[in-house]
């Protein structure tokens, strides 16, 4: 029993695994970067690519919540591709997810410090930064629980503002705010609704991909979740949806108000928030602290994707310590259930990553934020490859389908899909300099895809790994919890 009162703790409820979902998917990509992806593709061509996108993140989230319900661990794809792939597999994806995380987290304290000039523009951003770690780090630190509350809050900031968002979209629409009727006429204008084919749309959706990082936290908030048979599918179905509408919603909003070819969409960015399109909607609807409130929503977004970055990346690097995939150092829990060497590490690493930015050593922080940028893909791409495998041994070991308590749409099917569309995402980050044969331009957008297949390769070579043989892949859940 002590090693049980050492364990993780199942204290996470429905709401904050909700949250934690959304939470992870709606930030700055939407706020900041949905104008960008309009100006680029037209309206129509970001619809498209964000859709698609949209159908393959499904897909994943019902592999995962299959697998998730059946096994709540807090190593997520990191264990379900050691246990039904390789563990070669497992180790590459979960350092990789790891380190993702890590320098995600350094990436929102230099956002967090530009978000902060809008209001103190003299005060030195390094102040901001090292108060909103040592927030980041408190949440974390005091329990799971305490995390999942912050996030339902951080969330539901972000829930808030797209709902007047979407409202106020649409009496704009209908002339009724604003003074002005749109009607059709920004589909129609120029090359709208879609500007520069298929090459823009397929950028476009490699932006979309981006945005939609985070949906697969609810696979390591799983392991922590009060009752994960019940809550982890609630959560995927529902979830999924919200972020779609709020998305599509949002990005059909700003098409109808807005012309693609407004050049204000393209200078959107956290050190300029009047641009975001969010504001520049709601200041010409007459709400004149529109770039004000978009700022602390935007600051919001920041806490709350730093947030999730250092709950993630200890909970990752605390299920490969299990595993002997990590030191076994990593293994030490507090009594609140928060494995807090995993902690201190992360928050170390992402301070390494954060002072290398201050220290103008700008080539290196964008080759860590070009690595950690490719990982979200590559931890679908691992997704997709566990899950049809993970059915195949379910059923091989005579498991009946009736007994799952949630089951994923279209399969095969659905992962074969998302696995497909992962794959093009990931090999066509910058294909134009591969066909042009420019390998030294393409290698910084690259440099993660290499990261991974160098732990990959390096751990199979060392420990001589081999497929798993589904007739005996373990379907055990091992890790200790202390049940609420």
């Known amino acids: 029993m002590s090693e049980e009162k050492e364990g993780l703790k199942r204290s996470l409820k429905a709401r904050h695994l909700n949250m934690i979902a959304i939470g992870g998917a709606i930030g700055t990509g939407l706020f900041v970067a949905s104008g960008a992806s309009i100006s680029t593709a037209g309206p129509g061509g970001a619809l498209v690519a964000y859709a698609l996108i949209g159908v393959m993140v499904y897909f994943l989230m019902t592999s995962l919540g299959e697998m998730a319900t059946l096994m709540p661990v807090s190593g997520s794809f990191e264990t379900y591709a050691t246990r039904f792939v390789d563990p070669a597999l497992g180790f590459a994806l979960g350092w990789n997810y790891w380190y993702n995380w890590a320098i995600t987290v350094a990436c929102e304290l230099v956002a967090g410090a530009l978000v902060m000039k809008f209001w ?14 040592v927030l980041l780090f408190a949440l974390n630190f005091t329990s799971a629980k305490m995390y999942g509350e912050a996030e339902f809050w951080f969330a539901g900031i972000k829930v808030v503002t797209i709902f007047i968002f979407l409202a106020v979209g649409v009496l704009m629409i209908f002339g009724i705010m604003g003074g002005h009727n749109t009607g059709f006429q920004n589909w129609t204008i120029e090359d709208a609704p879609f500007s520069g084919g ?38 995927i179905n529902t979830v999924f949806w919200r972020i779609l509408i709020f998305y599509i919603g949002a990005l059909t909003i700003i098409g109808f108000v807005l012309p693609y070819t407004d050049p204000n969409l393209l200078k959107a960015g956290t050190d300029n928030i009047a641009m975001s399109p969010f ?43 299990q595993e002997g995939k990590a030191p076994a150092f990593l293994k030490k829990v507090s009594k609140s259930g928060v494995p807090v060497n995993c902690l201190y590490f992360t928050t170390a690493i992402s301070l390494i990553a954060f002072l290398g930015y201050l220290v103008g050593e700008n080539t290196v922080y964008l080759w860590l934020v070009n690595a950690s940028g490719m990982a979200g893909f590559i931890a679908w791409l691992g ?3 566990s899950h049809y495998r993970f059915r195949k041994a379910y059923l091989l070991q005579g498991g009946d389908l009736k007994d799952l308590k949630y ?18 995402v990931i090999v066509g980050q910058d294909y134009q300099d591969i066909i042009k044969g420019n390998f030294l331009g393409a290698l910084p957008i690259y440099i993660g895809l290499i990261v991974f297949l160098v732990f990959y390769v390096g751990y199979k070579v060392v420990k001589k790994t081999k497929v798993v043989d589904l007739a ?13």
């Open 279 to 321: 504001t520049l909607i709601f200041e010409r609807a007459g709400l004149g602290i529109a770039a004000a409130v978009m700022n602390a929503v935007i600051l919001t977004s920041v806490l709350s994707c730093g947030n999730s970055g250092l709950y993630a990346s200890s909970r990752m690097l605390y299920a490969m310590a």
């Open 120 to 133: 103190f523009p003299d005060v030195p951003g390094v102040i901001w930064s090292a108060l909103f770690l």
């Open 407 to 424: 089951r994923s749409k279209l399969f095969p099917l659905g992962p074969i899909i998302a696995l497909v569309l992962c794959t093009i």
């Open 383 to 385: 997704i997709a490859i």
């Open 198 to 235: 298929f090459a823009t749309i397929f950028s476009i959706a490699m932006v979309a991909g981006f945005s939609f990082q985070g949906t697969e936290l609810v696979g390591i908030a799983a392991g922590e979740s009060e009752n994960p048979e019940k809550n982890v599918p609630k959560a």
């Open 472 to 484: 005996h892949a373990d379907f055990s859940v091992d890790y200790h919890h202390e049940e609420k």
